[in-house]
């Protein structure tokens, strides 16, 4: 009797070892094991060792990794016009990119702030957006990545697998309204007011920028000319910073029908539909949203506002 009641305590403790195994009771594989374990996240590896971030992501974290495929490395060889071994040959590159796919804490796919900023164990941000079910990740080069494997399990964390690699800022306010034809006017204005250091600057700022028909209509408004406007720094001043906003504000983040702050002193508000209200009861409307800079956000208006007369 006593054997048999041995036999039966030995088999349920057998059992439950089982059971606990199964449901990963402790015995869960890393970040870099479930990495290594994939055949399509060999690059990732590599790259991961190259960069001397293995102990860093077996540490116990929790860490949240946005896990670029090997068709993706090989996609962004192409895109930089270099070769793997001189891509992990640089250290300091792979290391800023890979340090841009590591949240710090525990992001499960249900807990993502669609919309808003993250912001990565490497300092940059990105955001991610929903669409029909799917999610996406706009980088801070305005690129964009798909999540096509979500809440892979480590015992430090999470995997998300992505099929694009995602790359931080390499332009500030000012150089990316420069890179866009549309914004030509705004960056004349920005430099005949001497701006452009302050919006290159560390902020971060939020820029409402207007295109090149608004900055005609503002001028068929006022009935001057574009050289009239430029030459007016005052008058072109307090226009410009009535466009900047202290922060860095996401369109999720817009306080809408809450007055806005802006670095020049007046205040505008915002409406459910994207419509801005200025000073003077004008109606502006935000026609393009988040495009993402190293020191802020941009959104585009169709419309200059004005500060109060």
């Known amino acids: 009797m006593q054997r048999r009641s041995i036999l039966l305590a030995v088999g349920a403790a057998t059992v439950g070892s089982s059971l606990l195994a199964a449901c990963g009771g402790g015995n869960d594989p890393d970040i870099v094991q479930i990495a290594q374990s994939n055949p399509d996240l060999s690059i990732l590896v590599e790259a991961v060792a190259a960069a001397g971030l293995v102990d860093t992501l077996k540490s116990p974290g929790p860490f949240t990794v946005f896990a670029p495929t090997n068709a993706a490395f090989v996609s962004l060889l192409g895109e930089l016009g270099v070769t793997k071994d001189a891509l992990l040959a640089n250290k300091p590159l792979l290391t800023a990119v890979l340090t841009y796919h590591v949240l710090s804490g525990r992001v499960d796919k249900a807990a993502i702030p669609a919309g808003k900023a993250i912001s990565t164990v490497g300092g940059s941000i990105f955001k991610i957006d929903t669409s029909s079910g799917a999610l996406a990740i706009t980088d801070g080069r305005n690129r964009v990545s798909k999540i096509i494997q979500t809440d892979i399990n480590a015992s430090n964390g999470v995997i998300h697998v992505i099929d694009k690699v995602i790359l931080p800022a390499n332009k500030n ?22 701006l452009q250091g302050t919006l290159s600057g560390v902020g971060p700022f939020t820029v409402f920028a207007p295109t090149n028909a608004a900055f005609a209509a503002l001028l068929a408004e006022l009935g001057i000319s574009k050289q009239a406007l430029l030459a007016d720094v005052p008058l072109l001043t307090n226009v410009l910073t009535y466009h900047v906003v202290a922060g860095r504000v996401l369109k999720a983040d817009v306080p809408v029908g809450t007055p806005i702050a802006t670095v020049q002193g007046g205040k505008f508000t915002v409406d459910s539909t994207l419509t801005i209200t200025d000073a003077r009861s004008r109606k502006a409307k935000i026609v393009a949203t988040d495009v993402l800079t190293s020191n802020g956000v941009i959104h585009v208006i169709d419309k200059v506002i004005l500060p109060t007369a």
């Open 173 to 194: 306010i000012v150089e990316t309204a420069a890179g866009i034809s549309d914004f030509s006017i705004l960056v004349e204005a920005v430099i005949a007011a001497n």
